[in-house]
């Protein structure tokens, strides 16, 4: 996580009763496509509003090209250039992931996704 562009650390975020987040953490180094995949329910939007300063978490920091947020507001860190991009109605229901991300990758002139486990 060292150098990362963005990071999300240690995000805890509950809806009333109901625990979403508890520990998250997600990085992004510069340069990356990252995806992030999880099943429906699982915390993902949850974590990218916050880390967007959308959406106001419970405890945790987040750091964008290095300042630390422990309260990200989305018209700061927009000004900074992170912006959100909400999930719905932007895929195609025609292509897998994959398609979408192989798309993404030729938009910003990368050489296409790199295979990890």
């Known amino acids: ?7 999300a650390q240690s995000i805890g975020k ?19 496509i990252n ?5 429906n329910g699982s915390g ?12 106001r978490a419970d405890y945790g920091v987040v750091h964008f090209a290095g300042e630390v947020f422990e309260r990200p507001r ?8 992170l912006f959100y991009l909400p999930d719905r109605g932007l895929l195609s229901t025609m292509g897998s ?4 991300l192989d798309v993404v990758c ?3 002139g990368t050489d296409g ?5």
């Open 1 to 7: 996580m060292e150098g990362a562009l963005l990071t």
């Open 14 to 32: 509950s809806f009333w009763r109901t625990e979403v987040l508890k520990a998250a953490t997600l990085w992004c180094d510069a340069g990356c």
């Open 113 to 117: 996704l790199e295979e990890t486990a």
């Open 97 to 100: 992931v994959r398609d979408h």
């Open 106 to 108: 030729r938009c910003f």
């Open 74 to 81: 989305a018209r700061t860190l927009g000004r900074r250039g």
């Open 35 to 39: 995806a992030l995949m999880g099943r």
């Open 44 to 55: 993902k939007t949850t974590l990218l509003k916050i880390a967007a300063g959308r959406l």
